[in-house]
């Protein structure tokens, strides 16, 4: 049997990253015969971490430089482009000669707001359809929809999920939102996020604090903009940075050390950008106090947020690292994806909207969090029992209906 994923993978983001990575542990323990390739957007730097066979969600045959002018971008499309895209077609027809299953595994792929190409609704189309005239059947496992702002947009993710064999959403967010858009989601079902299955064999341990002081870990995230809300305003962004000074203050007032917390590569910048904002509204701190140490790998951050007490965090899986590493967290929330995971770890008054973000009420829910840390952490650790017994069902069916 030969078994490809799709998805926007070897990529900075580590969410990702995680995702494949539970989903390729639990198939190779269940099908261990099986051969795995992977079609995503960071094709090198996936077959040099796992191991794998990997091709190009969308592969580049020429480079050209900028057009200037209508009549010179019309003539690329016309002579350069279409001749191209014809030949992806042709490519992808014969890259899944001999495959007998295309699995779209988690993440929130189901979008436009990144745009219709890359690994966006378009190429998600193309593959599926592709899939089908070859006879191989077509999987989406776990995944996350919205926001899809354009009409070619709707209509290429309905299609593409109308060629499915098998259907799961990873929260009731998503399939609503299907929903509304007009899909009819019938017995498709919910499961949670593929993160929740990755093996326990492989976590870190939770550091004891050897530090004098309690360490939150703050995790930074740069404003998602049309993924967030359709109409982003940069002073949204500014207004989170502003409330995290403010809430770094206080912790650092109140005896507390903080860590930063990335959850991709390209955060980096903005943890540089919080800090000069830190020693500008803060003047002389002592910087000893904010651990800045952005992790380069999946493990790396794993590390991190096991050596820390509790965790505010906006990036979504960060998030869920952190529950499942069963720390009390709070989630600032920039997506339904957000809202909709700690309603379903019963978390729902430690989610804060980054939309309307304020200070007092962030340092009043981590004051609260703190008082009730002793009482939330049994019910973490049976909520994440639960989503892995969840996703074990789930590989179950997936392994039958192969």
């Not at 326990?200 to 360490?215: G, H, S």
């Not at 000069?276 to 803060?282: I, K, M, P, T």
């Not at 957000?338 to 008054?349: D, H, I, N, R, T």
Request: net charge positive.
């Amino acid at each position: 049997m030969k078994i490809a994923f799709f998805g926007h993978f070897g990529s900075p983001n580590f969410g990702n990253e995680i995702t494949l990575q539970a989903m390729l542990c639990h198939l190779r323990r269940l099908l261990p015969e099986a051969e795995v390739a992977c079609i995503c957007t960071g094709s090198e730097l996936l077959a040099a971490t796992q191991r794998i066979e990997t091709v190009p969600i969308s592969r580049t045959f020429l480079r050209s430089g900028k057009f200037r002018g209508r009549l010179a971008r019309l003539l690329r499309r016309v002579l350069i482009g279409v001749p191209s895209e014809l030949c992806r077609w042709f490519e992808t027809f014969k890259t899944l000669n001999g495959t007998d299953v295309l699995i779209i595994p988690g993440t929130g792929l189901l979008t436009d707001a990144y745009g219709l190409f890359g690994w966006g609704p378009y190429n998600l189309f193309k593959w599926s359809l592709i899939a089908r005239i070859r006879r191989c059947k077509v999987l989406f496992v776990s995944v996350g929809a919205g926001p899809i702002y354009s009409a070619l947009g709707r209509y290429l993710v309905k299609s593409a999920l109308s060629l499915a064999d098998f259907r799961s959403y990873r929260d009731n967010a998503s399939s609503e939102y299907l929903k509304e858009i007009g899909f009819p989601i019938n017995s498709d079902r919910i499961y949670p996020d593929l993160v929740f299955s990755f093996p326990k064999t492989m976590l870190p341990r939770n550091d004891c604090n050897a530090r004098k002081r309690p360490i939150v870990g703050l995790g930074l995230m740069p404003y998602a903009g049309k993924y967030s809300v359709a109409k982003p305003s940069d002073a949204t962004y500014q207004e989170y940075l502003e409330c995290l000074v403010t809430f770094v203050r206080w912790l650092l007032v109140h005896d507390y050390d903080i860590r930063l917390i990335i959850g991709e590569i390209g955060d980096r910048n903005m943890t540089q950008e919080f800090r000069a904002l830190l020693q500008a509204r803060l003047g002389g701190y002592d910087q000893e106090r904010v651990i800045d140490e952005p992790a380069l790998s999946v493990e790396q951050l794993l590390s991190q947020l096991a050596a820390t007490d509790m965790v505010v965090a906006t990036r979504f899986h960060n998030v869920l690292l952190a529950l499942l590493l069963n720390k009390p967290t709070i989630s600032i929330s920039f997506h339904h994806k957000c809202a909709s995971l700690m309603s379903g770890m019963g978390l729902s008054e430690y989610c804060h909207d980054i939309n309307h973000i304020e200070a007092g009420k962030l340092i009043e829910q981590f004051q609260s969090l703190e008082r009730n840390a002793e009482t939330l952490k049994p019910l973490i650790s049976q909520k994440v029992e639960q989503s892995r017994k969840a996703l074990d069902e789930q590989y179950s069916l997936i392994v039958k209906s192969v």
